[in-house]
């Protein structure tokens, strides 16, 4: 929510990327970093540029065994 | 001397656009230009609100081509920023997206794919320089924007020294990464275009998995990046990608550290790949040098040597020459591609050369003994944000207009504010990145409970805490 400006009810399958204004390039950066930092995982380049949407996100941190 | 927006013909029925949708020859293109030039005037302003498409490059050359003077607009830029900018320069023309409704003062006279031309009903009649070829916007202006005069020789001998500088032929297929109203992405294209080169247009970022499954179905050869484009590259893993076609890198628009540059010479030298540190200011066309790739990893840091038919020197606080190696100054750049100056408001479209063909940078550099240079700091107040030039003095100007008080400084890729009145902090924050349409997260505000000045009122920068 930080890394884009967002409220909690956002957060849902509309949320894609470039979407609103503040998810753009740095701020899909700024979300990885902080998804790093918060769950203590290390994303692959596949997953960080397939994280298209907040759903997809979802669905790829399942992979690291984070639970949204 | 070959003219790249005037000699695209010769290169036939090569592609010269491919985008996801289509591709289109240079025959192609040269004919879509003669459709659009009809009826249109020469000596008039036009604005392009660019996006990386076919029709953006398309209504760029067409007006280079017939004499009219080109604005390119950012497609991000705040409305209220694009709204001003009309009613000061009073354009002829506007060739944008069609979503660009304007009022009743304005018909539509053309279109093509998703463009549209507008014209003016009461068109203005403009005086303008007779080189006066197009005007770009600072990097990162904000306000009352600055613009830069380029002549057509400008255009024209800078596209051919970044050619000779990078070798580019014929072979080299870039694809777009950074937007063409941006000097450094600009100058991409033109140089390409000049050797008659295929070019991948697209909007998409080095983020999205579409921008890599187009790579990986077009093969591009070459792209450019700002320091911001590498970090991510480096994030996202592009050491493990295995992309065999890719030839050449070029960076820009601003200093990439020296532990990066030195991680990126020495990959690209592992992948076969050619990468290239560049220098530039939009008051220099695009670029100003070029560290040739072969020096990538011995030199890394260093911005290279003055491109052809160019220059460097330096220049202590005393304006006098600096001649011996390791010292400190102002890097002053002399060459046919400086600009013709600044325009402030539509009276200035018909000044003529003041710059005389020397820049003085405000950038503090350095060379070594063997004659390549090093930019070491800053005379001026500003910092680069993602490729973008931000004026410090500029952002407390408008946050004073906006009714707030604060001081700014920071470092690259970091703005940081400082205000007395801890209940301005957010708002300050939202304020600043809308303006200067900046990430809010390069945007740090702090509360101070009193601003560092001396005796006399200056602020102390220099005690504010920046980390």
């Known amino acids: 929510m930080e890394s884009f400006s967002v409220s909690s009810d956002q957060l849902n399958e509309n ?20 998804l790093e930092e918060a769950f203590d995982i290390m994303m692959e380049t596949d997953d960080i540029i397939d994280f298209g949407s907040y759903n997809k996100g979802v669905e790829l941190l399942a992979k690291y065994n984070v639970v949204i | 001397m070959s003219i790249f927006f ?35 005037l020469a000596r008039k302003l036009a604005f392009i609100i660019c ?14 081509r017939i004499g009219i003077v080109p604005l390119l607009v950012s497609k991000s830029i705040d409305r209220e920023l694009l709204n001003d900018l009309i009613t000061n320069y009073k354009p002829n023309y506007i060739w944008a997206n069609k979503d660009y409704t304007l009022s009743n003062d304005w018909k539509i006279t053309h279109s093509n794919r998703t463009f549209q031309l507008q014209e003016s009903i009461s068109p203005f009649n403009h005086e303008f320089h007779p080189s006066l070829a197009l005007l770009l916007m600072t990097s990162g202006s904000t306000g009352s924007p600055v613009l830069v005069r380029l002549s057509y020789q400008n255009l024209i001998q800078n596209t051919i020294s970044i050619s000779d500088s990078l070798g580019i032929s014929k072979e080299d297929k870039p694809i777009t990464t950074l937007p063409m109203n941006y ?12 050797n008659g080169c295929e070019i991948i247009l697209t ?31 480096k994030r996202i893993g592009f050491e493990k990608m295995d992309l065999p076609f890719l030839k050449k890198l070029t ?11 030195k991680y990126f010479a020495e990959l690209c030298l592992l992948k076969g790949i050619k990468f290239f540190v560049m220098y530039g200011q939009t008051e220099a066309t695009a670029r100003m040098s070029c560290l040739p790739a072969e020096d990538a990893v011995k030199k890394a840091g260093s911005i290279g040597i003055p491109i052809p038919n160019g220059s460097f020197y330096l220049v202590d606080d005393n304006l006098d020459v600096i001649n011996e190696a390791d010292k400190e100054g102002e890097l002053y ?32 550099a350095k060379k070594d003994n063997e004659g390549y240079y090093y930019i070491v700091g800053r005379k001026k107040r500003f910092l680069k944000i993602f490729g973008n030039r931000i004026s410090l003095d500029e952002i407390e100007n408008i946050t004073l207009k906006n009714g707030y008080s604060c001081v700014c400084t920071g470092v690259d890729d970091k703005l940081y504010v400082f205000t007395e009145n801890e209940q301005d902090v957010l708002e300050l924050k939202n304020l600043i990145s809308a303006k200067i349409s900046i990430h809010h997260s390069a945007i740090i505000v702090k509360h101070i ?16 805490q920046v980390k």
């Open chain 2, 251 to 261: 960076q820009a628009g601003g200093k990439l550290d020296h532990n990066m540059s």
């Open chain 2, 51 to 64: 996006e990386n498409n076919i029709e953006s490059v398309l209504g760029y050359l067409t007006f280079l």
């Open chain 2, 333 to 364: 750049y002399k060459g046919p591609n400086v600009s013709m100056g600044y325009a402030y408001n539509v009276n200035d479209l018909i000044l003529g050369d003041e710059n005389n063909g020397v820049l003085a940078t405000g950038d503090l």
């Open chain 1, 15 to 34: 949320l894609v990327y470039q979407s609103v204004p503040q998810w753009d390039s740095i701020g899909h950066m700024g979300m990885v970093a902080a």
């Open chain 2, 6 to 40: 005037n000699d695209l013909g010769k290169h036939q029925n090569s592609i010269v656009f491919t985008t996801i949708d289509e591709q289109i020859s240079y025959n192609d293109l040269v004919f879509e230009i003669e459709k659009l030039s009809e009826n249109l």
């Open chain 2, 203 to 233: 909007e998409l970022s080095i983020l999205s998995k579409d921008f890599w499954d187009l790579f990986k179905s077009r093969k591009p050869t070459t792209f450019g990046g700002v320091p911001y484009t590498y970090q991510m590259l």
């Open chain 2, 449 to 464: 409970s009193k601003i560092p000045r001396n005796d006399s009122g200056k602020i102390l920068y220099s005690e504010l």
């Open chain 2, 183 to 194: 000097t450094f992405g600009l100058s991409i294209i033109n140089s390409h275009l000049l």
